[in-house]
């Protein structure tokens, strides 16, 4: 059974320039939520799940074309669905394993996760699947594996998309086709200077040189402790004014996270992905799949401090830096680079995705992300 989509029948989006050129080599966007319960049943109640969502959302079940657009049914069966949902056992996709090996086995083998956006063109490969993985002994833990392709979507429509299958959260239909405004308007959203440095030799260079001479990065994965995060965000409020962010009396738990990310990598710049909804004079909103994020940069004096992020992010459009530091490197200067991007849309979002309101899960043990970024940076 190929998994080509039909002739008839079908719809086509054009793709932003920046999905089919450079979210192409992207890895796919990938999740693993570790459950116990019955699989077989939770196969059977996400695959309706899946079904319905997909109705709703027909763009989910594409493929890319020729040309790098999405093509998809509009109409879509079971069949399609099919071609999305499977069951099946890997030894490998185990909680027990540590995790550089764990993202090895689920986001860098195809019969468990989407590959990059090229891949999948060349393969004819839908852009969305999800693998329950059954345990190897009777009674253990299985697995949900989700991905997307990050040529299609973004990480907003990830969890809309894994909220409405995996959670309570009511089938909602997005759509696909891309408002070509924000794009041409792009560098409006974080300033010229900023944006052109992201096409920049500047970054360009910065990313080979990681690649090239930078350590190799290794995957980790570590516990937030609560206490200690509420600690920070109390010290960085109070000391925000001493730091030139006037006005600022409340920093989130990614303001904390991120600034003590990006001291540790000392990086000279790091990419904080933004998601732009709902923050231009567009009408982009939650109902709008795509690509529309963009990246806020931080240097040491603006990732100091909790406080100095939340500063960048208040100041609205556009999204740059508040704290005075030196100008963004050029071509020849030294350029670490570091890349953040929240997940809080999902698991830890106060507990607002959980797998147990599966039928057939009686607990969710652990959500994480998976996702294969190449070496270029320190990434979190």
Not at 34 to 61: H, M, R, Y
């Amino acid at each position: 059974m190929s998994s080509k989509v039909g002739t008839s029948d079908t719809s086509s989006v054009e793709l932003h320039k920046r999905e089919r050129t450079q979210y192409m080599g992207h890895p796919g966007i990938c999740t693993v939520t570790f459950c116990s319960g019955d699989p077989q049943t939770t196969f059977s109640s996400l695959k309706a799940k899946t079904l319905e969502v997909l109705t709703a959302n027909p763009w989910i079940g594409g493929t890319f074309d020729k040309k790098k657009d999405l093509v998809f049914s509009s109409s879509p069966t079971s069949e399609d669905c099919d071609f999305i949902v499977s069951i099946c056992k890997n030894a490998k996709v185990n909680r027990a394993l540590p995790y550089p090996r764990l993202v090895a086995a689920v986001a860098k083998d195809a019969s468990m996760s989407v590959g990059t956006g090229g891949a999948l063109r060349s393969s004819g490969a839908r852009i969305t699947k999800l693998v329950v993985v059954e345990p190897e002994a009777a009674g253990g833990e299985f697995a949900i594996v989700f991905s997307m392709s990050h040529a299609a979507a973004d990480g907003h429509d990830y969890y809309r998309i894994f909220n409405m299958i995996c959670s309570t959260d009511p089938v909602d239909s997005l759509t696909p086709v891309r408002v070509a405004e924000y794009e041409r308007r792009e560098s409006e959203w974080t300033g010229k200077k900023d944006f052109d440095f992201l096409t920049s030799g500047g970054l360009i260079k910065g990313m080979l040189s990681g690649l090239l001479f930078g350590p190799k990065a290794a995957w980790a994965c570590y516990k937030v402790d609560a206490s200690k995060v509420e600690a920070a965000k109390a010290a960085s409020v109070r000391g925000a004014a001493n730091l030139g962010a006037k006005g600022v009396e409340f920093v989130s738990t990614n303001d904390v996270l991120t600034s003590h990310f990006c001291r540790a990598t000392q990086a000279r710049l790091c990419m904080m992905v933004v998601n732009f909804r709902d923050k231009t004079d567009l009408d982009i909103s939650d109902k709008n799949a795509g690509c529309y994020e963009g990246c806020l940069l931080l240097d040491k004096e603006n990732y100091a401090d909790p406080a100095c992020i939340r500063a960048s992010l208040s100041a609205g459009l556009p999204y740059t830096r508040q704290i005075p530091s030196p100008p963004l490197p050029g071509f020849c200067g030294s350029c670490p680079m570091a890349f953040i991007t929240s997940w809080a849309n999902g698991a830890v979002a106060g507990g607002r995705f959980n797998a147990a309101n599966v039928d057939g899960v009686t607990a969710q043990a652990l959500h994480l992300p998976c996702m294969d970024m190449p070496d270029m940076m320190d990434v979190s």
